[in-house]
Nanobody, 126 residues
Framework: VQLVESGGGSVQSGGSLRLSCAGS????????MGWFRQIAGEKREEVAE??????????DSVKGRFTISKEKAFGTKNTLYLQMNSLRAEDTAVYYC??????????????????WGQGTQVTVSS
């Protein structure tokens, strides 16, 4: 399994960005996929997740502003997206995508069976 994020950058408060996570080597219907973010010196936190059946869940801090979605390309290639609108300075962080062969309700991407991308920086200026 490989995950590669893209789409990060700098934007002013109120602006939008769309993050992408190109994945390969797994079948999206069997995997929970999600976005996390980490501010330097702080614990990584989950932002949003999407299950194999397409059901989604969001952190309270991003509800109504962020939208997670996924797209199957061909074979075992998949793309995960995070559309971020109405961005705030407090959204500034390194964003990571993750996946695990599990249902989202019980997944543990930080465990030995999780996979992570390399991260992409999002900076929101006020």
């Amino acid at each position: 399994v490989q995950l590669v994020e893209s789409g990060g950058g700098s934007v002013q408060s109120g602006g939008s960005l769309r993050l992408s996570c190109a994945g390969s080597g797994y079948t999206h219907k069997d995997y929970c996929m999600g976005w996390f973010r980490q501010i330097a010196g702080e614990k990584r936190e989950e932002v949003a997740e999407i299950d194999g059946d397409g059901s989604t869940k969001y952190a309270d801090s991003v509800k109504g502003r962020f939208t997670i979605s996924k797209e199957k390309a061909f074979g075992t290639k998949n793309t995960l997206y995070l559309q971020m609108n109405s961005l705030r300075a407090e959204d500034t962080a390194v964003y990571y995508c993750a996946t695990e062969a599990s249902r989202c309700g019980i997944w543990d991407p930080e465990g030995p069976f999780g996979y992570w991308g390399q991260g992409t920086q999002v900076t929101v200026s006020s």
